[in-house]
């Protein structure tokens, strides 16, 4: 009884202007005005909030004062979350008419959260256990909570005593960035690993299974970090290390011993190696030994009490029935011995065969009215057939029983009766046993309907209706279609915005048994429609743009289709990182729903540098800088900028990733490079500017033109060639490239499979000369393969040909073809595949190239790539030179990293020209294709 009064007290509190003025009052006043008073915040966000109570609350002028819709009003307001405080003062109840006023202090939102001190634990990792979200309430009352999160997710991640230090600051009037400072302090060191009772294996061939053990390569190394949730995971690496060895009893326990003043533990594993299990079979006529082999589970989930054994001989006689033994034995020995002071359990399985039973044919008998060849389609009980056998499975012909009775059902047959027969022949030299088998079917009855009617459906709906449902008068009556067509009915509704009808089908048997009509018993309840949609959380990108793509149109009936597509396209758009939606008002079942979309925006202002080196640039140097979402209309403004030892390149632009509304990515750029080839006679200076388009179609498809007008100059480097003044004239060229790209490659980090494919095709038109007048077609191919887990199957292809179209045949060389080096052939340097008679690289109007490699995965990262190049120049327009292909392979080494490898290669030339070098090394950063 307290707790009820202490209940009513606290809504009377909360509540209080509401129930102020009941007792002086019998009949309630009418609403004079509806007044917002929003206290605080920016005139945007004010407006926005003005705009969005007012739709909310369940008063209008002249309505009656109703204290349920004041409490749904409340109620409402406060599950939009932007709303620290909602006052509505008390009422003058004895008056005829009352203004209501409602004062609104909108919440504080968090704009910015700033993590320091935090890796290698990352940011997204502390943010994960906190409740803090841009764009969401700021919870005052909650930093405690949070620093505790964050200090047990560190204590974890091996940090002893970490220090957590949560500032909230001011950002702007009712915005607050939150600074959660970190001192990680001193990381729980492991200090020892021992293992005892390993005899097969030694302590160091078992540590460098594990994650949580570091070798110590360097005086200044401190040790491996302790990560809890680790050591578990190593136990199952060593577990499943120890049972792929044929230890399938193997069992590893370990103890911590940690010593709180040096931060320091010690793990000690204790190693029950058990015996090595040897495995034989015999009588195994049908299936290859590798293949049983497949079914053993002891030597992946081991064989704890021989349970691991006898799941494995269920396995296997499963395998034999699927084949069609029906009568197979399949009994295992066991023996233990010792060998070289090492137990050894020898299990030895024997298999009886005992004939095989195959279907010769299968039938269907009583079924004349029927389509047999389609019910036979059914049946998976069938002869042999192009690689199918035929054999005899009695789960699937009991089954193939239920299917047959079930075809029969969904085509209206009531009472169907379905028993199957086999007659066996005697067994053959072969030791094969082949059956006839029989359906014989008694089917019943076709009910068919008389007559689909409507309750409770207008007639305009009616019609529409009677199109999108699948039975008919005159068709035969199926159950679950009737159940199919009325969720059908349903959905139809919830998109006319009856999202609250209730469709019930009732079954009606006319007088004579083989007829019947269904009638569907509607309640639509009222209509729903469309109260508003708002967005909250862009502190920076415009609404315009987060509604570009709005399906829900306000005032207009609820769709749910629609809903989802809202979803859909707020999420695709590029500088939105987070979006949560909200349906207000749909469990109250109220005739209007408000729609919320809080947003989290990606950081908008980017630096990015990157510094390396590979055997084709030597040094280099990278740096992009930009804003991600320039003047809040989700366009990128970016400015690159790449140095190496070749020259340098750069480029000023803008992107739209959403150009006309028409999910075309469109970027405008004017850039500047020079550049020096290795190897290359040459070089050339380009300045321009280019307009390029981009739209993905379907999931993997992109089509995109691109237009250029650059000016270009091609200059002389160290070369004994003779000069040809034309050549080396400044061109003014026009380009139109037209290219389509098809990628279903899982990672471009660490590719493992999928296809790639590019092809395009580029018009050049010279203003100046009529040198570069021409058409470069270009394709490209990837295709990435996993055979087995340690092993990568990677392939590339590369097309090219240039068709002159000026009066001119001869090219500027910096828009030849060229073949050699790293990306290409490697062995070959840089753009060295052809050398002419001056001894510098030639180029060629035509190139195919091709490579072949193999990716194997040794453990700890390190990775044995190897591979065969080949490629070919032609059309070089220089004479006496060599034009077949050549090839070349190699291997090397490649580390990998977080992103991507970093690898030295040896290429090495299996048809070297006279004179020509064997192979040389090649140095890279990332995977070469």
């Given at each position: 009884m307290?707790?009820?009064i202490?209940?009513l007290?606290?809504?009377?509190?909360?509540?209080?202007?509401?129930?102020?003025?009941?007792?002086?009052?019998?009949?309630l006043?009418?609403?004079?005005?509806?007044?917002i008073?929003?206290?605080?915040g920016?005139?945007l966000?004010?407006?926005?909030?003005?705009?969005?109570?007012?739709?909310?609350?369940?008063f209008?002028?002249?309505?009656?004062?109703?204290?349920e819709?004041?409490f749904?009003?409340?109620?409402l307001?406060?599950?939009?979350?932007?709303?620290?405080?909602?006052?509505?003062?008390d009422?003058?109840?004895d008056?005829?008419?009352?203004?209501?006023?409602?004062?609104?202090?909108?919440?504080?939102l968090?704009?910015?959260?700033?993590?320091?001190?935090?890796?290698?634990?990352?940011?997204?990792?502390i943010m994960?256990?906190?409740?803090?979200?841009?764009?969401?309430?700021?919870?005052e009352?909650?930093?405690?909570?949070?620093?505790?999160?964050?200090?047990?997710?560190?204590?974890?991640?091996?940090?002893?005593?970490?220090?957590?230090?949560?500032?909230?600051?001011?950002?702007?009037?009712?915005?607050?960035?939150?600074?959660?400072?970190i001192e990680?302090g001193?990381f729980?060191?492991?200090?020892?690993?021992?293992?005892?009772g390993?005899?097969?294996?030694?302590?160091?061939?078992l540590?460098?299974?594990?994650?949580?053990?570091?070798?110590?390569?360097?005086f200044?190394?401190?040790?491996?970090?302790s990560?809890?949730?680790?050591?578990?995971?190593?136990?199952?690496?060593?577990?499943?290390?120890?049972r792929?060895?044929?230890?399938?009893e193997?069992?590893i326990?370990?103890?911590?011993?940690?010593?709180?003043?040096?931060s320091?533990?010690q793990?000690l594993?204790?190693?029950?190696?058990?015996?090595?299990?040897?495995?034989?079979?015999?009588?195994?006529?049908?299936?290859?030994?590798?293949?049983?082999?497949?079914?053993?589970?002891?030597?992946?989930?081991?064989?704890?009490n021989?349970?691991?054994?006898?799941?494995s001989?269920?396995?296997?006689k499963?395998?034999?029935?699927?084949?069609?033994?029906?009568?197979c034995?399949?009994?295992y020995?066991?023996?233990?011995?010792?060998?070289n002071?090492?137990?050894?359990?020898?299990?030895?399985?024997?298999?009886?065969?005992?004939?095989?039973?195959l279907?010769?044919?299968?039938?269907?008998k009583?079924?004349?009215?029927?389509?047999?060849?389609?019910l036979?389609?059914e049946?998976?009980?069938?002869?042999?057939?192009?690689?199918y056998?035929?054999?005899?499975?009695?789960?699937?012909?009991q089954?193939?029983?239920k299917?047959?009775?079930?075809?029969?059902r969904?085509?209206?047959?009531i009472?169907?009766?379905v028993?199957?027969?086999?007659?066996?022949d005697?067994?053959?030299?072969?030791?094969?046993?082949?059956?006839?088998?029989?359906?014989?079917?008694?089917?019943?009855?076709?009910?068919?309907i008389?007559?689909?009617?409507?309750q409770?459906?207008p007639?305009?709906?009616?019609?529409?209706v009677?199109?999108?449902?699948?039975?008919?008068p005159?068709?035969?009556?199926?159950?679950s279609l009737?159940?199919?067509?009325?969720?059908?009915?349903?959905s139809?509704?919830?998109?006319?915005?009856?999202?609250?009808?209730?469709?019930e089908?009732?079954?009606?048997?006319?007088k004579e048994?083989?007829?019947?009509?269904?009638?569907?018993?509607?309640?639509k309840?009222?209509?729903?429609?469309?109260?508003g949609?708002?967005?909250?959380g862009n502190?920076?990108?415009?609404?315009?743009?987060?509604?570009r793509h709005?399906?829900i149109?306000?005032?207009?009936?609820?769709s749910?289709?629609?809903f989802?597509?809202?979803?859909?396209?707020?999420?695709?758009i590029n500088?939105?990182?987070?979006?949560?939606?909200?349906?207000?008002?749909?469990?109250?079942?109220?005739?209007?729903?408000?729609?919320?979309?809080?947003?989290?925006?990606?950081?908008?202002y980017?630096?990015?540098?990157?510094?390396?080196?590979?055997?084709a640039r030597d040094?280099?140097?990278?740096?992009?800088?930009?804003?991600?979402?320039?003047?809040?209309m989700n366009?990128?403004?970016?400015?690159?900028?790449?140095?190496?030892?070749?020259?340098?390149?750069?480029?000023?632009?803008?992107?739209?990733?959403?150009?006309?509304?028409?999910?075309?990515?469109?970027q405008?750029?004017?850039?500047?490079?020079?550049?020096?080839?290795?190897?290359q006679g040459?070089?050339?200076?380009k300045?321009?500017?280019?307009?390029?388009?981009?739209k993905?179609?379907?999931?993997?498809?992109?089509?995109?033109t691109?237009?250029?007008?650059?000016?270009?100059?091609?200059?002389?480097?160290?070369?004994?060639?003779?000069?040809?003044?034309?050549?080396?004239d400044?061109?003014?060229?026009?380009?139109?490239t037209?290219?389509?790209?098809?990628?279903?490659v899982?990672?471009?980090?660490?590719?493992?499979?999928?296809?790639?494919?590019?092809?395009?095709?580029?018009?050049?038109?010279?203003?100046?000369?009529?040198?570069?007048?021409?058409i470069?077609?270009?394709?490209?191919?990837?295709?990435?393969?996993?055979?087995?887990?340690?092993?990568?199957?990677?392939?590339?292809?590369?097309?090219g040909?240039?068709?002159?179209?000026?009066?001119d045949?001869?090219?500027?060389?910096?828009?030849?073809?060229?073949?050699?080096g790293?990306?290409?052939?490697?062995?070959?340097?840089?753009?060295?595949?052809?050398?002419?008679?001056?001894?510098?690289?030639?180029?060629?109007?035509e190139?195919?190239?091709g490579?072949?490699?193999?990716?194997?995965?040794?453990?700890?990262?390190f990775?044995?790539?190897?591979?065969?190049?080949?490629?070919?120049?032609?059309?070089t327009?220089?004479?006496?030179?060599?034009?077949?292909?050549?090839?070349?392979?190699?291997?090397?080494i490649?580390?990998?990293?977080?992103?991507?490898?970093?690898?030295?290669?040896?290429?090495?030339?299996?048809?070297?020209?006279?004179?020509?070098?064997?192979?040389?090394?090649?140095?890279?950063?990332?995977?070469?294709f």
């Amino acid at each position: 009884m307290n707790k009820k009064i202490i209940l009513l007290i606290l809504l009377m509190f909360f509540y209080g202007p509401v129930f102020a003025g009941d007792a002086v009052k019998d009949t309630l006043p009418f609403v004079n005005s509806v007044k917002i008073e929003i206290l605080g915040g920016k005139p945007l966000r004010r407006e926005k909030l003005q705009k969005m109570a007012t739709d909310m609350i369940r008063f209008k002028k002249g309505d009656p004062f109703s204290h349920e819709r004041l409490f749904a009003s409340i109620e409402l307001l406060k599950q939009t979350r932007q709303f620290s405080h909602i006052e509505v003062p008390d009422q003058d109840w004895d008056a005829a008419f009352t203004d209501i006023v409602f004062r609104l202090t909108p919440s504080k939102l968090v704009q910015d959260i700033r993590v320091k001190g935090s890796f290698p634990v990352f940011k997204n990792e502390i943010m994960d256990v906190t409740d803090y979200r841009v764009g969401d309430p700021f919870i005052e009352n909650s930093l405690e909570k949070n620093i505790n999160s964050i200090k047990e997710l560190l204590k974890k991640n091996g940090y002893t005593h970490p220090l957590v230090k949560i500032t909230p600051e001011q950002a702007g009037g009712l915005e607050v960035a939150i600074l959660i400072d970190i001192e990680k302090g001193a990381f729980l060191k492991i200090s020892r690993i021992e293992f005892h009772g390993n005899k097969s294996f030694s302590d160091t061939n078992l540590k460098m299974k594990m994650n949580s053990y570091e070798p110590s390569l360097f005086f200044w190394s401190k040790g491996k970090r302790s990560i809890k949730g680790e050591i578990e995971k190593d136990i199952k690496k060593l577990l499943s290390f120890y049972r792929k060895k044929r230890f399938a009893e193997a069992v590893i326990t370990h103890h911590l011993e940690k010593n709180e003043q040096a931060s320091t533990i010690q793990i000690l594993f204790n190693i029950d190696e058990g015996p090595r299990y040897r495995v034989s079979f015999s009588g195994n006529q049908q299936f290859w030994t590798r293949t049983l082999k497949k079914d053993l589970t002891v030597f992946t989930k081991g064989n704890k009490n021989d349970f691991g054994l006898k799941k494995s001989l269920k396995n296997l006689k499963k395998r034999y029935l699927k084949a069609g033994y029906m009568d197979c034995n399949i009994k295992y020995t066991a023996k233990n011995m010792m060998e070289n002071g090492t137990p050894v359990r020898e299990i030895h399985i024997l298999i009886e065969e005992n004939g095989r039973n195959l279907v010769r044919s299968s039938s269907v008998k009583g079924a004349e009215p029927m389509d047999e060849q389609a019910l036979k389609n059914e049946i998976l009980t069938r002869e042999k057939a192009f690689l199918y056998d035929g054999p005899f499975v009695d789960t699937i012909f009991q089954d193939d029983i239920k299917g047959v009775e079930n075809y029969y059902r969904n085509q209206g047959f009531i009472d169907t009766n379905v028993t199957g027969d086999i007659t066996w022949d005697k067994k053959n030299e072969e030791g094969v046993i082949y059956g006839d088998v029989i359906f014989f079917v008694q089917q019943g009855y076709q009910k068919t309907i008389k007559e689909v009617r409507f309750q409770g459906l207008p007639n305009t709906l009616e019609e529409e209706v009677r199109q999108i449902i699948g039975i008919k008068p005159g068709e035969p009556f199926v159950e679950s279609l009737v159940q199919k067509d009325r969720m059908a009915i349903l959905s139809y509704l919830a998109e006319k915005g009856y999202i609250y009808a209730k469709v019930e089908a009732q079954v009606t048997p006319a007088k004579e048994k083989e007829n019947c009509s269904i009638e569907f018993h509607i309640d639509k309840h009222s209509k729903v429609s469309v109260g508003g949609v708002w967005v909250f959380g862009n502190f920076r990108t415009k609404d315009s743009v987060l509604k570009r793509h709005n399906t829900i149109k306000e005032n207009e009936p609820v769709s749910l289709n629609d809903f989802v597509e809202l979803q859909k396209n707020v999420r695709n758009i590029n500088i939105i990182e987070r979006a949560n939606f909200k349906a207000l008002g749909i469990q109250e079942n109220y005739d209007q729903l408000f729609f919320l979309v809080d947003v989290e925006e990606r950081k908008p202002y980017f630096f990015e540098a990157s510094l390396g080196y590979d055997t084709a640039r030597d040094a280099y140097l990278s740096v992009s800088i930009g804003d991600r979402n320039f003047l809040g209309m989700n366009r990128e403004l970016f400015w690159d900028a790449q140095i190496s030892g070749t020259g340098y390149d750069t480029e000023l632009g803008i992107k739209d990733f959403d150009f006309m509304s028409r999910y075309i990515s469109a970027q405008f750029s004017v850039y500047a490079s020079k550049e020096e080839l290795k190897n290359q006679g040459f070089g050339s200076r380009k300045y321009g500017s280019k307009l390029s388009f981009e739209k993905d179609f379907f999931q993997y498809l992109k089509l995109g033109t691109s237009f250029n007008l650059e000016s270009r100059e091609q200059y002389q480097v160290n070369s004994a060639k003779g000069v040809d003044p034309e050549i080396y004239d400044t061109r003014g060229i026009a380009k139109i490239t037209p290219f389509l790209t098809w990628s279903t490659v899982n990672s471009f980090v660490k590719p493992t499979k999928g296809f790639y494919f590019n092809a395009s095709v580029e018009y050049n038109k010279d203003l100046l000369e009529d040198l570069d007048n021409f058409i470069k077609y270009r394709v490209k191919a990837k295709y990435y393969y996993q055979a087995f887990p340690r092993l990568v199957l990677a392939f590339q292809g590369m097309y090219g040909f240039i068709q002159n179209m000026g009066i001119d045949s001869k090219l500027p060389d910096d828009q030849l073809f060229f073949l050699g080096g790293i990306k290409d052939l490697r062995g070959f340097g840089e753009n060295e595949l052809i050398i002419d008679s001056f001894g510098d690289p030639a180029g060629g109007k035509e190139q195919l190239a091709g490579s072949v490699e193999a990716r194997i995965d040794l453990g700890k990262n390190f990775e044995l790539p190897i591979f065969l190049d080949v490629g070919s120049l032609k059309d070089t327009r220089s004479s006496g030179i060599n034009e077949k292909f050549k090839f070349t392979m190699g291997t090397g080494i490649r580390y990998m990293t977080p992103l991507g490898p970093v690898g030295l290669l040896y290429g090495y030339k299996l048809n070297p020209e006279d004179g020509e070098d064997r192979g040389r090394f090649h140095f890279s950063i990332g995977y070469t294709f």
